[in-house]
């Protein structure tokens, strides 16, 4: 007679083998709508065809749209948040326009006592 544990393990390896044809079909459908979800996100717009040439004859205006399209994904950020970036380039630009201050007066003493 086979343990609890030994039970369980069977029941388990039966029950993902029922399942297994099941989820490769799902996995299938799954990401072939991910893909369709994916390539649109990417590309806002359909694409034109491509002539003979190899040029491409995009419609007037596409690029506006397709600007507008990547416009309207972007997080923008908050008050806040502009605000404390501001507030760390000032102080970024006060401390090295102190350092390059303090640095040509010193070499101007430097080049002063030399020449």
């Given amino acids: ?3 609890r544990a030994q039970r ?3 029941r388990r390896q039966q ?3 029922e399942k297994q044809p099941q989820q490769q079909q799902q996995r ?3 990401f072939s709508e991910r ?3 994916r390539q649109a996100q990417v590309r806002p717009s359909q694409q034109a065809i491509r002539g003979q040439t190899g040029r491409r004859e995009a419609p007037r205006g596409s690029f506006i749209r397709e600007a507008y399209a990547e416009l309207r994904k972007v997080e923008w950020p908050d008050q806040r948040q502009v605000t404390t ?3 760390v380039v000032v102080i970024a630009c006060a401390i090295c326009g102190a350092y ?3 640095n040509d007066l010193l070499w101007q003493r430097v080049v002063e006592t030399l020449l």
């Fill in 85 to 87: 970036g501001s507030v």
């Fill in 8 to 10: 369980r393990a069977m």
């Fill in 1 to 3: 007679m086979a343990s």
């Fill in 15 to 17: 029950a993902a083998e």
């Fill in 35 to 37: 893909a369709r979800q």
């Fill in 28 to 30: 299938q459908q799954g």
């Fill in 100 to 102: 390059l201050w303090l």
